[in-house]
């Protein structure tokens, strides 16, 4: 429970560490050995944190999960942090047999049914590689893999609901570690009704998130009145769905939600079936993504937000 503690609540661990995302070890790494945070200390020596260092801590989390080295980045005030965080997401610059080893690593640990290992394996990929490459290249390498083991007979159906359970409990640490700015546009993701896999609609979630946006995440097999409705409802400027499995009647109800969008919302498809299915949809503002890296750049131009490296050319 909150403490008083000089005039101001204070937050034992537990509570920061469900607030923030961060393990006691990590929390205490950063505090001893990078002067992160200095938490005040009960007459017990019990390290209390005010909401202002709660509010850092989830900067400096939503700055390594971007990429940034927590030593490189724990002596930077609030606001330039705040400032680094409204830049571009920072493309991590892990070495391509880091990412390589942590997918093998993952994917050992689920040959075992490992799930302790496999949770700290996640967790390790969030914090060396960065949001960025997690999102977009890691976690659909390692889901794809273990589809494709599946598949073979290599892994049993308890694998893979291992796998995507982690999965999906690791996407939601990246979702929940951004927060959008009051006026921030509102983009809702869900999968249409008869689709039950929701992995490729928690990637969109989680890079929509990193990207900025409100995201309502409505989870799988939502019928196409609901979707439009919630649409209506947040006022979104953006409408994703993912498509894995293609099902007779999936263009169809497709194209029914596309009509029924409010005018200027952007209607964007992803997934294994969106190209198939996609491309029977005749409406203006559909449109098919063939990745994350692609969604990203889609989400960017909607909103106006320049790639990194470029630059208004408006006067």
């Known amino acids: 429970m909150p403490e008083r503690a000089n005039g101001e609540t204070r937050y ?13 070890d990590v929390l205490r790494a950063w505090e001893r050995r990078y002067g992160a ?13 005010s909401d202002r260092d709660v509010e850092r801590l ?28 409204a ?38 990929a969030t914090m060396s590689l960065g949001a960025t490459t997690f999102v ?54 869900a999968t249409p009704s008869g ?36 649409a209506r409802q947040v006022k979104a400027r953006v409408v994703a769905l993912s498509l894995v499995a293609a099902h007779a009647h999936s263009a169809a109800e497709l194209e029914s939600i596309a009509r029924a969008l409010p005018a200027g919302t952007s209607f964007l498809l992803g997934g294994r079936s969106a190209a198939e299915i996609g491309s029977a949809i005749r409406v203006e503002g559909a449109r098919v993504l063939p990745d994350i890296a692609e969604l990203r750049r889609a989400l960017r131009a909607i909103r106006g937000v320049n790639p990194p490296g470029e630059h208004s050319t408006r006067s």
């Open 87 to 124: 830049r571009s997401p920072a493309v991590a610059s892990a070495p391509d047999g880091e990412h390589a080893a942590l997918v093998r690593d993952a994917l050992e640990a689920t040959t075992r049914l490992d799930s302790t290992a496999l949770e700290a394996t996640l967790r390790r």
């Open 37 to 49: 945070v200095r938490p005040f200390r009960s007459p017990a020596g019990q390290r209390l944190y």
């Open 195 to 230: 689709e039950r896999h929701e992995l490729g609609a928690m990637l969109v979630a989680a890079a929509a998130a990193q990207e900025g946006w409100r995201v309502t995440y409505l989870g799988p097999d939502l019928p196409a009145a609901d979707i439009v409705e919630a």
């Open 12 to 24: 034992p661990v537990r509570v920061v560490m469900s607030r923030t995302g961060l393990t006691a």
């Open 136 to 189: 977009d290249e890691f976690a659909p390498a390692f889901l794809v893999e273990i589809g494709e083991r599946w598949h073979a007979g290599a892994l049993t159906t308890a694998h893979e609901h291992l796998a995507s359970s982690l999965a999906r409990r690791a996407l939601g640490w990246v979702i929940e570690a951004f927060v959008a700015a009051p006026r921030a546009p509102h983009l809702v993701v």
């Open 58 to 85: 989830q900067l400096l989390r939503r700055a390594t999960l971007d990429g940034h080295s927590i030593g490189a980045i724990a002596n930077l005030d609030d606001h330039a942090l705040e400032a680094l965080l």
